[in-house]
């Protein structure tokens, strides 16, 4: 194939990031995730379903954000070290344990890794709990948002948020906070994944793009 | 005590033919040579108390202490060679501090025996190293789990206990704690006096003369930190200790002797031949009941001599 007459495209050569929003809220006896469903490689849209919420645990799951690999990645290597900490210890493991592992790895390999994931969760001593970890930092906050998307919604979530919501003002509350970044944001979009997690176990939703709350758009 | 699991007894790699670990026995009997150390768990707290036997006068007050803190939320009390022991608080401490590091909270007290449990298994597998001679009692108190103990002896096994008692007297220690029926009724500083009172009962004043008593907690009245008891309430505690000991030791000498069940071999025995009835014997100065698992072996060759039978810790 030569190369003047078939180029090769820009986006096989450019780091796939999930340029993304992700947001996680407390609730009175839970948390709920909320993640678009877009994957960018520049400007070519690589994947337009992908699921940025996965489990590290029952009742744990983290909100992916960077690069995909390295959030993937992360993601299962604390999936793993968390299956055999609870059978270590015989217990479902703490929401501040999985965020810990979490935080260890992003803090070590700060200079090789790019990836942000905010771990959310369920656990008998604490109740529901949401974890930053921007770059090796661990928080414990009411919210958190995250992503290429989130910086165009930080003072929707700061007016609206409310402590001690009922579920299902929380997850309309996510997607209302998930519909508008991804209006705005042109790396995110695509359907809407929501996960509510509370003492009963982890409820997966998928919003499809119809389905999603209309704002003011002409 | 030569002829005691001959051939088989060398290494900690070999078998016997009946099925044991003769080091690891014989690790164990190093733990029932040194001085009592009891652990009690009650409502709110758990409290420890060491007898520490002061072998010279020369010695420091609070010197060589056998209560060790392993991480703040977790106490340690050591029976047997107090070396091993050292090495093995350290282990522990390098434990709960990786959990931390690793996973942000306070380690789980059974976890933490388990991890060291099996730390002190691995040294009973090889030739090359010789088992811990030490036995320890772990304890800690936390808002959600509560209070709890654990007990690691030198084979690896770690137990969870309400009470327990290692050392010398560690039998009559346990029939005290018995006594005490300690369950969800008793708060730590009560079981304080109490604690000390069982150490002043187990103590042997003939055989051993001056002996210094630690006390340690930890529990809510602490905010979950394991710490000393504070001087005022251990002398109280010592206080009410002696008051009691006098009052109920003068019935028969009782501090001369110590009650307990006799089970170690004979030394003048063929192994081969050795045949296991139990013989009920009773002790002839406190009328309480020996068992001897000899036949026709004298049950107490402490006193050879004597006629009269005695028991023996």
Same mark, same amino acid.
């Given at each position: 194939?030569?190369?003047?007459?078939?180029?090769?495209?820009?986006?096989?050569?450019?780091?796939?990031?999930?340029?993304?929003?992700?947001?996680?809220?407390?609730?009175?006896?839970?948390?709920?995730?909320?993640?678009?469903?877009?994957?960018?490689?520049?400007?070519?849209?690589?994947?337009?379903?992908?699921?940025?919420?996965?489990?590290?645990?029952?009742?744990?799951?983290?909100?992916?954000?960077?690069?995909?690999?390295?959030?993937?990645?992360?993601?299962?290597?604390?999936?793993?070290?968390?299956?055999?900490?609870?059978?270590?210890?015989?217990?479902?493991?703490?929401?501040?344990?999985?965020?810990?592992?979490?935080?260890?790895?992003?803090?070590?390999?700060?200079?090789?890794?790019?990836?942000?994931?905010?771990?959310?969760?369920?656990?008998?001593?604490?109740?529901?709990?949401?974890?930053?970890?921007?770059?090796?930092?661990?928080?414990?906050?009411?919210?958190?948002?995250?992503?290429?998307?989130?910086?165009?919604?930080?003072?929707?979530?700061?007016?609206?948020?409310?402590?001690?919501?009922?579920?299902?003002?929380?997850?309309?509350?996510?997607?209302?906070?998930?519909?508008?970044?991804?209006?705005?944001?042109?790396?995110?979009?695509?359907?809407?994944?929501?996960?509510?997690?509370?003492?009963?176990?982890?409820?997966?939703?998928?919003?499809?793009?119809?389905?999603?709350?209309?704002?003011?758009?002409? | 005590?030569?002829?005691?699991?001959?051939?088989?007894?060398?290494?900690?790699?070999?078998?016997?033919?009946?099925?044991?670990?003769?080091?690891?026995?014989?690790?164990?009997?190093?733990?029932?040579n040194s001085s009592t150390?009891?652990?009690?768990?009650?409502?709110?707290?758990?409290?420890?108390?060491?007898e520490?036997l002061i072998l010279?006068?020369? #010695?420091?007050?609070? !010197?060589?202490? +056998?209560? $060790?803190?392993?991480?703040?939320?977790? @106490?340690?009390?050591?029976?047997?060679?107090?070396?091993?022991?050292?090495?093995?608080?350290?282990?522990?401490?390098?434990?709960?501090?990786?959990?931390?590091?690793?996973?942000?909270?306070?380690?789980?007290?059974?976890?933490?025996?388990?991890?060291?449990?099996?730390?002190?298994?691995? #040294?009973?597998?090889? !030739?090359?190293? +010789?088992? $811990?001679?030490?036995?320890?009692?772990? @304890?800690?108190?936390?808002?959600?789990?509560?209070?709890?103990?654990?007990?690691?002896?030198?084979?690896?096994?770690?137990?969870?206990?309400?009470?327990?008692?290692?050392g010398k007297a560690?039998q009559a220690a346990?029939?005290?704690?018995?006594?005490?029926?300690?369950?969800?009724?008793?708060?730590?500083?009560?079981?304080?006096?109490?604690?000390?009172?069982?150490i002043y009962i187990v103590h042997d004043e003939v055989k051993d003369k001056a002996f210094?008593?630690?006390?340690?907690?930890?529990?809510?009245?602490?905010?979950?930190?394991?710490?000393?008891?504070?001087?005022?309430?251990?002398?109280?505690?010592?206080?009410?200790?002696k008051?009691?000991n006098r009052?109920s030791g003068d019935s028969h000498n009782k501090s001369s002797l110590q009650h307990g069940?006799?089970?170690?071999?004979?030394?003048?025995?063929?192994?081969?031949?050795?045949?296991?009835?139990?013989?009920?014997?009773?002790c002839k100065q406190c009328?309480k009941?020996?068992?001897?698992?000899?036949?026709?072996?004298?049950?107490c060759f402490r006193h050879?001599g004597n006629?009269q039978l005695y028991c023996r810790q």
């Amino acid at each position: 194939m030569s190369e003047e007459l078939f180029p090769e495209p820009e986006w096989l050569s450019e780091e796939v990031k999930t340029g993304t929003t992700i947001i996680a809220v407390t609730f009175d006896g839970g948390v709920v995730l909320g993640s678009d469903s877009r994957v960018s490689a520049g400007e070519a849209v690589v994947n337009r379903v992908m699921n940025k919420l996965s489990p590290l645990h029952d009742k744990i799951y983290c909100a992916l954000s960077g690069s995909a690999a390295d959030a993937q990645t992360i993601a299962e290597i604390v999936n793993y070290q968390l299956d055999v900490h609870s059978i270590e210890v015989e217990d479902d493991p703490l929401v501040c344990s999985a965020a810990t592992l979490v935080k260890n790895i992003s803090y070590k390999y700060k200079e090789e890794l790019s990836a942000h994931l905010i771990v959310a969760g369920w656990d008998k001593k604490k109740g529901g709990q949401v974890y930053a970890t921007l770059s090796g930092l661990l928080t414990s906050q009411p919210f958190a948002i995250g992503g290429s998307g989130s910086f165009y919604i930080n003072g929707f979530v700061d007016a609206e948020y409310r402590k001690n919501m009922t579920k299902r003002e929380c997850q309309e509350f996510v997607v209302n906070a998930l519909t508008l970044a991804m209006g705005r944001d042109g790396s995110s979009g695509g359907v809407a994944y929501v996960v509510t997690i509370d003492k009963d176990g982890a409820e997966e939703k998928c919003v499809l793009g119809n389905e999603l709350p209309k704002f003011f758009d002409q | 005590m030569s002829s005691i699991g001959t051939g088989y007894d060398l290494s900690a790699s070999t078998f016997s033919p009946d099925g044991r670990v003769f080091q690891v026995e014989y690790a164990m009997k190093a733990v029932e040579n040194s001085s009592t150390a009891i652990g009690i768990r009650c409502k709110d707290g758990v409290v420890f108390g060491v007898e520490k036997l002061i072998l010279s006068k020369l #010695y420091e007050q609070g !010197s060589n202490k +056998r209560i $060790f803190n392993i991480d703040r939320h977790v @106490g340690m009390a050591v029976a047997g060679l107090l070396a091993d022991a050292r090495s093995l608080s350290e282990v522990s401490r390098e434990e709960a501090s990786n959990f931390r590091s690793n996973y942000g909270h306070d380690i789980p007290l059974k976890h933490l025996a388990d991890r060291v449990g099996m730390y002190v298994h691995a #040294y009973t597998l090889y !030739s090359a190293v +010789r088992p $811990f001679g030490c036995s320890f009692i772990l @304890g800690s108190y936390d808002e959600d789990d509560g209070p709890q103990l654990y007990m690691v002896d030198p084979s690896g096994i770690s137990y969870g206990y309400w009470g327990c008692a290692i050392g010398k007297a560690k039998q009559a220690a346990k029939t005290e704690i018995e006594k005490l029926q300690v369950d969800e009724r008793k708060t730590c500083r009560e079981l304080v006096k109490e604690v000390a009172k069982i150490i002043y009962i187990v103590h042997d004043e003939v055989k051993d003369k001056a002996f210094e008593l630690e006390l340690s907690w930890v529990g809510e009245v602490t905010k979950g930190r394991h710490e000393l008891v504070p001087k005022d309430i251990k002398e109280e505690a010592e206080k009410y200790a002696k008051v009691r000991n006098r009052s109920s030791g003068d019935s028969h000498n009782k501090s001369s002797l110590q009650h307990g069940l006799l089970s170690y071999f004979c030394p003048d025995r063929n192994p081969w031949r050795r045949r296991m009835t139990l013989m009920r014997i009773t002790c002839k100065q406190c009328c309480k009941p020996l068992f001897c698992h000899f036949t026709d072996c004298v049950p107490c060759f402490r006193h050879p001599g004597n006629s009269q039978l005695y028991c023996r810790q």
